[in-house]
């Protein structure tokens, strides 16, 4: 009894960290149009700002994982919120001094707490109780990462967006003067809030250094990587988590320019239901928007999909086996997509548009079912699977590339592709269940 006290007080603890990182990922995207000012970027620079991200998790993870198998989740999670605190306090001096290095730099660091973090906190949530209730567990979590997301642009119009940005052109056209005044409160606007994410992060960093939470590595193994590597499981579970991340950030990046080439913004002008959804969720008239706002208003939908998702997610994989929810969903998926490319107007929308409440128990339900098994091995795993994130850096690339050569709705064979393989993977784990998992 007390032990399933101490694992629910532990979960969460932990669980407030996923909604931590969810919202900060989120918030600095909403940096990009004033670092474009600040620092006078080309939109490739301020396009390296994503890439810093993801590269953090194709660099870090594995290292992570390693130094979280000799020191334990509890000591690692600390060590990912310091390394964050650390990247938010450069925040400071890099928009203090405006040099876009610093600013790399600082988001480096802070991507790679967020990485430490993640591959501390994803599989010790997983081992918080029962195997087969794991992934149960981590899509709970992972909804209150994407109620973070959900969040987060909000609070980045308020604090970081609320006042009107300047165009290169009209920074070009102050005086000396006013141009350096400009630039100074517009590094203000970036850094007020990063000090602010900084000081409770490590605010919260105390709490974890101090709070009682369940030792669950009890061994430190002697196999290493080399046996994680010859898992087949595990590996075929980490190509899975590159083509999901990949395909859900292709898609979540390239809907604004599939409903333009709809012809979208007109439709829905025309039609008095869904412009008046654009306008509440714009909260102004919609002939007053530019066309890219009106269809990028529906966007929301996409990613408060997942959020719902998660939360049935964490009922439906305790009730059913997790793999067979994870075959379903693909196939969900994969049926949604099909309706789209085949059809037009509303129907192709809206239908893309569901594919964000499919998506939503892939990562959990991957991520648990590639550890399943592995015991003291978990930490490296989750190390090696969160590389995989890097598929947000790969896929998207690959899908624009086909759409500029022969249109979105051919370039969507790739995201059906990367959807195959899943539901392929959860079908292989049906039917591979009793097997052994480690090597």
Known sequence: MQTQKSYRSAFIFVTSLFFLWGFITVLVDSLIPRLREVFTLTY?????????????????SIPAGYILSKIGYKKGIVLGLSTMAVGCLLFYPAASFRVFGIFMLAYFILAGGMTILQVAANP????????ESASSRLNLSQAFNSLGTAIAPAIGAVLILSDKIKTSDEIAALSSPDKESYLINEASAVQAPFLGIAAFIILLALIFVFVKLPTL???TSNQGYGALLRNKSLMMGALGILVYVGAEVAIGSYLVNYFMDMKMPALIAENSFMRSISESILQ???????SKAIVG?????YWSGAMIGRFIGAWLTKIVAP??????????AITLILISINTTGFIAMW??????????????????????GLNEL???ASGILCTMIVGGALIPPAYGLIADSVGFKWAFILVLACYGYILYYGYYKRKNKGELQSA
């Not at 409440?357 to 079912?369: A, D, K, Q, W």
């Open 351 to 372: 239908s893309i548009l569901a594919v964000g409440l499919f998506n939503s128990i892939m990562f959990p339900t991957i991520f648990t079912l590639a550890i399943d």
């Open 297 to 301: 208003a529906f966007v929301t939908f």
């Open 284 to 290: 102004s008239d919609i002939t007053t928007k530019d």
């Open 217 to 219: 590595i009890e061994k």
């Open 323 to 332: 793999a067979k929810v994870l075959s379903f969903f693909a196939f969900g």
């Open 378 to 380: 978990k930490p490296q």
């Open 44 to 60: 490739f620079q301020a396009g390296l700002v994503q890439f810093a991200f993801f590269m953090a998790y194709f660099v870090l």
């Open 124 to 131: 010790y949530v997983a081992v918080l109780g029962p195997e």
